[in-house]
């Protein structure tokens, strides 16, 4: 079973930071890009960031740019989310996806998907 599992949100300060984690299993991920998007209630979800698969190359929404780094382990099959100066509007759900075949700032281009994992920024 493939999968992308994802760990290390929570509650932060604004201005804090906290760094998230995405491992893939069941398939290895490490000639595919890999990226972040976050969603709120109501919402469709907001790409974040991106990195291809030879972490050369990294994409992010303007709004976390400076702030927020994207990297990773291909021997782990991992990627993170280095997010500092965190605000409240960054409070979301935070799910990192796989294999993009198109535009990688939508949602419909990506193949996997992991199951979230709640990020909450307190003024």
């Known amino acids: 079973q493939v999968q992308l599992v994802e760990s290390g949100g929570g509650l932060v300060q604004t201005g804090g930071s906290l760094r998230l984690s995405c491992a893939g299993s069941?398939?290895?991920?490490?000639?595919?890009?890999m990226g972040w998007f976050r969603q709120t209630s109501g919402k469709e979800p907001e790409f974040v960031a991106a990195i291809t698969w030879t972490g050369s190359s990294t994409f992010y929404a303007d709004s976390v740019k400076g702030r927020f780094t994207i990297s990773r382990d291909n021997a782990k099959n991992t990627v993170y989310l280095q997010m500092n100066s965190l605000k409240p509007e960054d409070t979301a759900v935070y799910y990192c996806a796989a294999d993009p075949d198109g535009d990688y700032t939508t949602k419909s281009a990506w193949g996997f998907w992991g199951q979230g994992t709640q990020v909450t920024v307190s003024s």
């Open positions: 069941g398939r290895t991920f490490t000639t595919d890009p």
